[in-house]
């Protein structure tokens, strides 16, 4: 079944979102962070804007994956076995509880 994401929710998991792994979608989320910090602008905004663009490649990608390791039973690759694991997750996440959009 494909998930289909609206921009809203990708907007939200992009400045709402926490993993406790280093990838992708955290990278992305830690570029946002400081862009978050920028002051309003037409820059800020079509950076914004990007991210979440590419937020929902990422999403498409990692859902692709999956379906290509349940459809076929491919046992390669490394399963997020390599992300890095993350200690300030719960920082992270009341830093972003805080803020606005």
Avoid: F
Avoid at 59 to 68: A, E, H, I, P, Q
């Amino acid at each position: 079944m494909k998930k289909e994401y609206t921009r809203e929710e990708i907007k939200w998991d992009l400045v709402k979102g926490v993993s406790k792994e280093l990838g992708i979608c955290e990278t992305l989320r830690n570029v946002y962070d400081l862009v978050y910090e920028m002051p309003d602008s037409e820059v800020k905004t079509q950076m914004t804007e990007k991210l979440i663009d590419v937020l929902l490649m990422g999403k498409k990608m990692g859902d692709r994956l999956t379906y290509y390791a349940q459809t076929y039973k491919d046992p390669t690759g490394a399963w997020g076995e390599h992300l890095v694991h993350q200690s300030n997750d719960q920082l992270r996440l009341l830093i972003q509880k805080r803020r606005s959009r």
